[in-house]
């Protein structure tokens, strides 16, 4: 008789992961793809508990204000939702905004809708950022502006200088970012082969965070006025801040 076994298990799978990237056979290219899949584990576990407390997907709060992937930038005020720790609510907004239809009148995110893959996370996202909203409600999107380095290539030497500084003074990476080509394959594809940080999936513009705003249903979108009461002052420079009015 066959014995089914019970279902496959994140933690298992972890461990296995784990002990392959152990083995001297384990080459670089699939360490690589180990070390991402640990990342997306881990963001799996702490979805699946959060899942198991609100198993319709809707938590039983109705917060007015919500900040989407702040990481360790809490907001005060605001409701932090984010994949890992620290967060008011663990959760992966790939998987939608655990929410209530039109109880949110603003939701703000930074530097974070480039790391969820285009399009379908990115389109769901926008959609479900309209259930959410009440109306009149606003969506409030700051990513790295695609358009600002780009315009700025070839880059003189010392703007290139303070760009790589500023974003990446503190990386790992900084040693091989050599030319201001080099600057702009890291902001489109940030790829760090490290645990704490997420890939670049996707550049952006204004003229695309408008199309994207739109086509989920907004009424409006403009670009934002920056204000450091909400947003990080670190990421004024070089961002592209847009609010979308439902
Ligand atoms: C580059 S950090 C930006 C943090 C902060 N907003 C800032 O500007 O300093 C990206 C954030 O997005 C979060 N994030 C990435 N993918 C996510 C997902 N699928 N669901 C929820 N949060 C996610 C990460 O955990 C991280 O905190």
Redesign the pocket.
Known sequence: MTVHSAAPSLDLLREQIAALLQEPATGHGLARTLRATTKQIE?SRY?QASSMAWPNGRIDTTPEKV???????RIDGFFN????PP?DL??????GIPLHDASVQLMF????L???DYPR?VKHYAREAHRVLTDGGELVT?VPDAAFLLRHYPANTELATEMVERWYGKRDCLGDINTFLDLINYAFRDQDDTPN??PHLWAYDEEKLIQLFAEAGFRTVEPWDFDAEI??P??QWGSVYVVAKK
Do not use: C, M, P
């Open positions: 963001i979805h900040q989407i992937g702040g990481g360790t930038h939702i984010d994949a890992v967060a663990l959760w992966d907004i790939r998987e995110s930074e530097h974070f480039e790391h969820i996370s700051g940080y997420t947003a990080n670190k990421r």
